[in-house]
């Protein structure tokens, strides 16, 4: 409980400094997911900064781009120790994505990402079992941002430990994302 409690402290002091710094590491989005997988419901907020003058493969008024992602996500395990009870534990995450997107920001959009995270405690829900509070995830996504800067996704994750010890049971979520960019 008392990692908990830190792990919420943490993060809430690192976003508010970071919002308050020079313009240049200005928190560019905000964003909410929701989503579900393995008994498990995920609710996480983040807030992202753009990589600055970055537009690779520029080419028929659209590049690859990026952007970092902080999040913190709360996961409402349903199956806990495989019973009836329900259990929630906490996820600080840090991820690099990449951002297919046209010139203007504007419009669809497929992006994917690996990072690290940090849980609370060990994921044990439903047959499946972290060993690690440190854990890896990627994801796959696409969505659209509109002119007025609304930007509504869908996402797929994955997190394991990547075999760094066993067991690796890893968790698949499905997410809906909706942000804001600044």
Same mark, same amino acid.
């Given at each position: 409980?008392? &990692? /908990?409690?830190?792990l $919420?402290? +943490? @993060?809430?002091?690192? @976003?508010?400094?970071?919002?308050?710094?020079?313009?240049? %590491?200005?928190?560019?989005? @905000?964003?909410l997911?929701?989503?579900?997988?393995?008994?498990?419901?995920?609710?996480?907020?983040?807030?992202?900064?753009?990589?600055? *003058? +970055?537009?690779?493969?520029?080419?028929?008024?659209t590049h690859?781009?990026?952007?970092?992602?902080?999040? $913190?996500?709360d996961?409402?395990e349903?199956?806990? *120790?495989?019973?009836?009870?329900? !259990? /929630?534990? %906490? =996820? $600080?995450?840090?991820?690099?994505?990449?951002?297919?997107?046209?010139?203007?920001?504007?419009?669809? %959009?497929a992006?994917?990402?690996?990072? $690290? !995270?940090?849980?609370s405690?060990? %994921? *044990?829900?439903?047959?499946? !079992?972290?060993?690690?509070?440190?854990?890896?995830?990627?994801? &796959?996504? @696409?969505?659209?941002?509109? /002119? /007025?800067?609304? =930007?509504?996704?869908?996402?797929?994750?994955?997190?394991? *430990?990547?075999? &760094?010890? !066993?067991?690796?049971?890893?968790?698949?979520?499905?997410? &809906?994302?909706?942000?804001?960019?600044?």
């Amino acid at each position: 409980m008392a &990692i /908990n409690k830190m792990l $919420l402290k +943490t @993060a809430a002091a690192v @976003a508010v400094m970071m919002a308050f710094q020079a313009p240049s %590491y200005a928190v560019d989005s @905000a964003s909410l997911e929701v989503g579900t997988g393995n008994q498990t419901t995920v609710i996480r907020g983040a807030v992202q900064w753009q990589w600055k *003058n +970055t537009a690779w493969w520029q080419s028929n008024g659209t590049h690859i781009s990026g952007y970092w992602d902080l999040s $913190l996500a709360d996961w409402r395990e349903k199956r806990f *120790n495989n019973t009836d009870s329900t !259990h /929630n534990l %906490y =996820d $600080l995450g840090f991820t690099p994505v990449f951002r297919f997107e046209r010139d203007d920001r504007k419009g669809p %959009y497929a992006e994917g990402g690996v990072g $690290l !995270h940090l849980a609370s405690e060990l %994921y *044990n829900n439903n047959d499946k !079992h972290f060993s690690t509070a440190f854990q890896f995830g990627d994801h &796959i996504g @696409a969505g659209y941002v509109f /002119n /007025n800067g609304l =930007d509504l996704g869908f996402r797929l994750q994955h997190l394991s *430990n990547g075999g &760094i010890k !066993h067991p690796n049971g890893g968790v698949n979520y499905a997410l &809906i994302r909706v942000g804001y960019g600044f």
